[in-house]
T-cell receptor
Framework: DQQVKQNSPSLSVQEGRISILNCDYTNSMFDYFLWYKKYPAEGPTFLISISSIKDKNEDGRFTVFLNKSAKHLSLHIVPSQPGDSAVYFC??????????FGQGTRLTINP | DVKVTQSSRYLVKRTGEKVFLECVQDMDHENMFWYRQDPGLGLRLIYFSYDVKMKEKGDIPEGYSVSREKKERFSLILESASTNQTSMYLCASSPGTSWYDEQFFGPGTRLTVL
């Protein structure tokens, strides 16, 4: 069973606009969430994280929102840039247990 | 900068062969991990190690084993490769004892089993 789901395999956004990547989870015990970004031929790199005691965390152009009642988190990228084109994975941990990753969403930023 | 290196970028093996995937990290990290990445399934944890000679099963350990004889090196072993083990294999390391710690990934090894 997929405890962390990214239901959009791909997303295309125009440069300068907002990109919104979504992630849903089923395990209410998850208390820490992370986003990783992966370029082709490279390993994933950490992007941003959020604890379940918060509902928002911001780092420059990247903001993660957490809606615990809906078991939903989203990553906002504003403004989107061509270098943001990559695959984005969300991941979750329950009580500092092993990470569970989503399937990934391929983001393409069009000039 | 943390660097995680994997011995091969691409590997082609035949069914039944024994396959070794090597991973080395240069930042004295305690924890090391092996994942496989498959389309539509994301990253799935195969094994992890929190100390030399220590190992723990992840979500999909069947058909795999691991070895950690030195802190910086973590090997993934496919005892008898099968076609369903064709995948991208990613090694990672992290500094602390918490799963909340950022994991640093290597570039991956794309393994094809014929």
């Amino acid at each position: 069973d997929q405890q962390v789901k990214q239901n959009s395999p791909s997303l295309s956004v125009q440069e300068g606009r907002i990109s919104i990547l979504n992630c849903d989870y089923t395990n209410s015990m998850f208390d820490y969430f992370l986003w990783y970004k992966k370029y082709p031929a490279e390993g994933p790199t950490f992007l941003i994280s959020i604890s379940s005691i918060k509902d928002k965390n911001e780092d420059g152009r990247f903001t993660v929102f957490l809606n615990k009642s809906a078991k939903h988190l989203s990553l906002h990228i504003v403004p989107s840039q061509p270098g943001d084109s990559a695959v984005y994975f969300c991941a979750a941990s329950a009580g500092a247990q092993k990470l569970v990753f989503g399937q990934g969403t391929r983001l393409t930023i069009n000039p | 900068d943390v660097k995680v290196t994997q011995s091969s970028r691409y590997l082609v093996k035949r069914t039944g062969e024994k396959v070794f995937l090597e991973c080395v990290q240069d930042m004295d990290h305690e924890n090391m991990f092996w994942y496989r990445q498959d389309p539509g399934l994301g990253l799935r944890l195969i094994y992890f190690s929190y100390d030399v000679k220590m190992k723990e099963k992840g979500d999909i350990p069947e058909g795999y084993s691991v070895s950690r004889e030195k802190k910086e090196r973590f090997s993934l072993i496919l005892e008898s490769a099968s076609t369903n083990q064709t995948s991208m294999y990613l090694c990672a390391s992290s500094p602390g004892t918490s799963w909340y710690d950022e994991q640093f990934f290597g570039p991956g090894t794309r393994l094809t089993v014929l």
